[in-house]
C-alpha cells in the first residue's frame, strides 16, 4: 500500500500561508474537490516514521500539518491460477526374480529394489502428483512370495517413495492373494510407516472406506478411490469388517464418486478391469468410464490387462471434461509374453481457476517403456523407449521382443495425439 509523504518546509510553509492568507491547501493532481476536502493530521515526528525517502528536517517543536487522502482505491490482488503435473505408473507386479534380484543388490541383508528403476530418471519425481497401482501387498509378516499369491518385502514401499510416487493405489486382483491376514498386514504397514500417503483401494472396515483419502497439492485437492473387477476368486471370510469395492457394486461407487467430488476439486479413480494381457479396450471398460466420469470422476487410471492401451477424453454429463487412461501396462515384471513388455507412464496436467473454482485438463500423454530383462534374470529394469536397443531386444528372454515389435504395440494401440511430444518421430515418424 503506497503511504502519504510531506514535502516542503513546514515552517515555511505555514508562514507563507499566514502572511498571505491565500494560499490553501493543494489538490492532489487527478483527485475530484471533495476527495481534496478530506484530510487527516499527523505530526511532523508521525510524518517521517512514514516517509519512504530520507526526512524532511523539521524543528523540534511538534507542528500539525494536513496531508490530503487520495481517492483512489487499493488495487485488488487476484490469486493466479495453479496447476498441478500428474505422473501415473501401471502394475507393479513383483515376481520372485524381482526380489531376488533386489536382495542382491541389498548385499543379501534386506532389499534394494531402486536399481530397476533406475532408468526411469527423474520422470516420476519431476510430476507434481505420482500415483502407483502396487499390485502387490506389502508386508512383513509374510515371506516374500511370487505368482499365483503374491507378497513384497516393506523396502518396495521405500523405494517407490523415494523414486517420487506420492499415492497407491491397492485395488487389484491380488489384494487379497495373502487373505484376510494379508490385506490387514499391508493395510496397518502404510497406515504405521507411511500415514500422511494416500493408500486407497481397500479398506479396514466401512468407516475406513468413507475416509475418502485426499491430497493437497499446489492449492488443489485431490481425492482418491479405487476399485476392482474381481480378486482371483478370493473373498473376504464372512463377518470380517474390511472392505474390497468391486465393479458390481454401482451404487456404492456412484454414492463414493459424488461425495469425492464434493470434497476436493479433482477425483481421481483407479479402476482395475478389462481382458488380461490384450491391447483392446472392452465395452465394459468404456461403460463404466463413461459413468465414472457423470458421477464426478476426472480422472481414471485404468490397470489389469498388462500391456497398453487407448486413451481419450470423455464429455461427462455435466459438460466436464475428464480423461481416461483405459490401460497403462505393468509398470515392471517378469511376465513372458512380449505384449506385456510395452508398458508406459500416463501424464496430464491439472489446472485450477482462480475466479471460477473448477479445473481444466491438458497436455495429456504417455511415456513408452519397455521392460526388459536377461533369461537368467540376473539384469531387471524398464527403459525409456527411446533408450531400449537393438542389442537389448537380442538379449532379452522374451522371444518376439524386438524394437520393431515395440514400436508397432505403441503405434497401434496410442493416439498420435497422445503419444509425449519428444517421442512421436520415433514412433510415428513425425513431429
Not at 13 to 35: Q, Y
Not at 298 to 313: A, K, L, R
Amino acid at each position: 500500500m503506497k503511504r502519504n509523504r510531506i514535502s516542503g518546509l513546514l515552517g515555511f510553509s505555514l508562514c507563507i500561508t499566514l502572511l498571505c492568507g491565500c494560499i490553501g491547501t493543494p489538490m492532489p493532481t487527478g483527485t475530484e474537490p471533495e476527495a481534496a476536502e478530506a484530510v487527516k493530521t499527523v505530526s511532523a515526528q508521525e510524518s517521517e516514521a512514514f516517509s519512504e525517502t530520507e526526512p524532511v528536517p523539521v524543528s523540534s517543536t511538534t507542528a500539525e500539518v494536513t496531508v490530503p487522502e487520495t481517492s483512489a482505491e487499493p488495487t485488488a490482488e487476484f490469486p493466479e491460477d495453479t496447476s498441478v503435473t500428474i505422473v501415473c505408473a501401471g502394475d507393479n507386479l513383483i515376481h520372485k526374480p524381482i526380489y531376488r534380484a533386489a536382495r542382491e543388490a541389498a548385499g543379501g541383508e534386506g532389499y534394494e529394489f531402486s536399481p530397476s528403476y533406475e532408468h526411469l530418471g527423474t520422470l516420476i519425481s519431476d510430476a507434481d502428483l505420482a500415483i502407483l497401482n502396487q499390485e502387490t501387498i506389502i508386508s512383513g509378516d509374510f515371506e516374500p512370495d511370487t505368482y499365483p499369491t503374491f507378497c513384497t518385502p516393506p523396502e518396495m514401499a521405500r523405494d517407490m517413495t523415494e523414486l517420487g510416487f506420492d499415492a497407491f493405489s491397492v485395488s487389484n486382483n491380488h489384494v487379497l492373494d495373502k487373505g484376510e491376514a494379508g490385506l490387514i498386514s499391508t493395510l496397518n504397514f502404510w497406515r504405521e510407516n507411511y500415514p500422511n500417503t494416500p493408500v486407497y483401494g481397500a479398506y479396514l472396515n466401512d468407516e475406513d472406506m468413507n475416509d475418502i483419502r485426499t491430497l493437497e497439492v499446489n492449492g488443489i485437492t485431490f481425492a482418491f478411490l479405487g476399485y476392482t473387477e474381481h480378486t482371483n476368486g478370493a473373498s473376504l471370510p464372512a463377518g470380517s469388517e474390511c472392505r474390497v469395492v468391486y465393479l458390481s457394486e454401482e451404487e456404492l461407487i456412484k454414492a463414493q464418486v459424488k461425495r469425492a467430488a464434493e470434497i476436493s476439486d479433482c477425483v481421481v479413480v483407479s479402476v482395475h478391469f478389462g481382458i488380461e494381457v490384450s491391447n483392446i479396450v472392452t465395452e465394459q471398460q468404456k461403460s463404466f468410464s463413461r459413468k465414472l466420469a457423470d458421477w464426478g470422476a476426472d480422472i481414471i487410471i485404468g490397470t489389469q490387462p498388462h500391456t497398453v492401451q487407448s486413451m481419450e477424453y470423455l464429455e461427462a454429463a455435466d459438460g466436464r471434461e475428464a480423461f481416461v487412461f483405459y490401460c497403462l501396462g505393468n509398470l515392471i515384471s517378469t511376465m513372458d509374453d512380449p505384449r506385456a513388455m510395452a508398458e508406459m507412464l500416463g501424464r496430464i496436467t491439472v489446472t485450477k481457476d482462480s475466479g471460477t473454482g473448477k479445473i481444466s485438463l491438458t497436455d495429456a500423454n504417455a511415456v513408452p517403456l519397455v521392460d526388459f530383462y536377461t533369461p537368467a534374470y540376473d539384469y531387471i529394469a524398464m527403459y525409456p523407449l527411446d533408450e531400449f536397443t537393438s542389442e537389448m531386444a537380442a538379449a532379452h528372454a522374451v522371444p518376439g521382443v524386438t524394437c520393431e515389435y515395440m514400436l508397432r504395440l505403441f503405434r497401434e494401440n496410442i493416439p498420435e495425439e497422445f503419444m509425449a511430444e519428444e517421442y512421436r518421430e520415433l514412433v510415428y515418424g513425425t513431429q
